[in-house]
């Protein structure tokens, strides 16, 4: 494995998150469904837009794991923290944007998406990459120089952050919290 293999795992990741992520815009309203309404956007709230990198992005990491993961330390817990950042990404470009201009627009939504995507994405890529290099040198162990990610502490920590956020998606999709995260723009 090398490092034009998850240079190129990562370039067809960000295409086929944003391709998956638009269609799970439009998911709910296709296909009415307790699932549909878990995975897709059922409202234009920023939360249940996050969704639309989320899901894409954990499938897409089981691809990755299938097609080089393994041989990487740190693997799932370095994809769990690059779609949080996707995420954190998402949420503070969004309202750094709308508040500046005042209201929303689609094009710079999708782009919003898009950066969410491609810094999901890009610290993958560089975390994997840096990973891989340290695998040559050093076996999956704590004395390894970035042993952050493949430290058992870190990866147990984004084993409940992951599960963590996959129960609120299931759970916020029935039951919002009445804050302006949960609640779509004014307009729609």
Known sequence: MTEKTIRNFSAFGVVFTFVLGTLLHFVYDWFPSPLSRVVGAFNESTWEHLKLLVFPMLLFTIVEYIGYGREICGFFPIKIFSVLLGMFVIVASFYTYTGVV????????????????????????????????????????????DGFFSHPAVSFLSFLLLVSLIVCFIYFSYHAPNLPLFMPPEGH
């Open 102 to 145: 005042g209201s929303n627009y689609l094009i710079c939504d999708i782009a919003v998406f898009l950066l969410g995507i491609l810094a999901s994405y890009w610290f993958a890529y560089e975390k994997l990459k840096k990973n891989l290099l340290l695998a040559n040198e050093f076996s999956c162990t704590l004395k390894k120089p």
